[in-house]
């Protein structure tokens, strides 16, 4: 059976963008490319306690502006999948699924029983930035090995949130910015995104076999999550990082395909 480069995706029939769907019980909830429109939900989200104090790469408070600038950046990388892909399927139709190195959808949302939706978070993968090393130029040389390696390479480590590396130049240069809202949390709705990104794009679209996953000290919730999508914790890390004035320490988690 031959597939749309877009499979997994499904696509809305009215709107042409595609989504992935989560497992019941939250089917209502869908994973979507971001939108311009998005960007006037991220400040009332991220300068809520419950997040913002979770999060390294995204300057507190967030702003209008800040939202402006991030928004351009994550609409062109979505944008340049999805155009990679369509043109894959252009040239080589019914052709083998081709291996690319983001997911197209990351934006959660929840779909209203009148069919209009809402802006829930964020969840991202990108290549890991090895936090876990703690000399500075040691960990600055692996990022830029594992940068280099070539799509397909098991050995390549990934991390959710790896796009923080990409994030503006005033901006920290790493971070943890996959995030829910505080209406929906307690809910399980991050594990089965991060589950599904995991399982549906990641590992047969991405490649990837190897993540690492890391959280502040004190995260609970955002532990259990990594751990629900079956990381194991290999420890406690603190290299230094203090953000907005408090030294954080972070959970260092990792997590292997049984099926290379």
């Known amino acids: 059976m031959t597939?749309?480069?877009?499979?997994?995706?499904?696509?809305?029939p009215a709107t042409a963008e595609p989504f992935l769907r989560l497992p019941q019980p939250n089917e209502n909830i869908i994973i979507t490319p971001p939108r311009l429109s998005d960007a006037q939900c991220f400040p009332p989200i991220l300068n809520?306690?419950?997040v913002g104090q979770w999060l390294e790469g995204p300057p507190i408070p967030y702003t209008d502006e800040h939202a402006a600038e991030w928004i351009q950046i994550i609409t062109q990388q979505s944008k340049a999948i999805l155009d990679?892909?369509?043109?894959?399927?252009?040239?080589?139709?019914?052709g083998y699924l081709k291996?690319?190195?983001?997911?197209?959808?990351r934006h959660i949302?929840?779909?209203?029983?009148?069919?209009?939706?809402?802006y829930l978070g964020d969840i991202d993968i990108g290549r890991a930035p090895f936090e876990e090393i703690l000399d500075p130029e040691e960990r600055r040389k692996q990022v830029e090995i594992n940068e280099s390696k070539p799509l397909g390479d098991p050995s390549i480590v990934w991390t959710f949130g790896g796009e923080s590396i990409y994030?503006?130049?005033n901006w920290s240069p790493t971070g943890f910015p996959d995030y829910i809202a505080p209406s929906h949390h307690g809910r399980g709705i991050m594990s089965a995104a991060m589950r599904l990104?995991?399982?549906?794009?990641?590992?047969p679209r991405m490649g990837v076999r190897h993540m690492s996953g890391y959280t502040f000290v004190g995260n609970a919730g955002s532990a259990r999550v990594f751990e629900k999508s079956g990381f194991m914790l290999k420890g406690v890390l603190d290299n230094g990082k203090t953000v907005r004035g408090e030294r954080k320490r972070l959970n260092y988690l990792e997590w292997k395909c049984e099926q290379q």
């Open 167 to 169: 994030v503006p130049s």
């Open 109 to 118: 949302r929840e779909v209203l029983p009148d069919g209009t939706d809402v």
């Open 197 to 203: 990104v995991l399982h549906s794009w990641a590992i």
């Open 99 to 105: 291996l690319v190195g983001g997911c197209p959808v």
């Open 48 to 50: 809520d306690p419950h």
């Open 84 to 94: 990679e892909l369509t043109a894959e399927d252009t040239l080589r139709p019914g």
């Open 3 to 12: 597939h749309s480069q877009l499979y997994p995706l499904e696509v809305n």
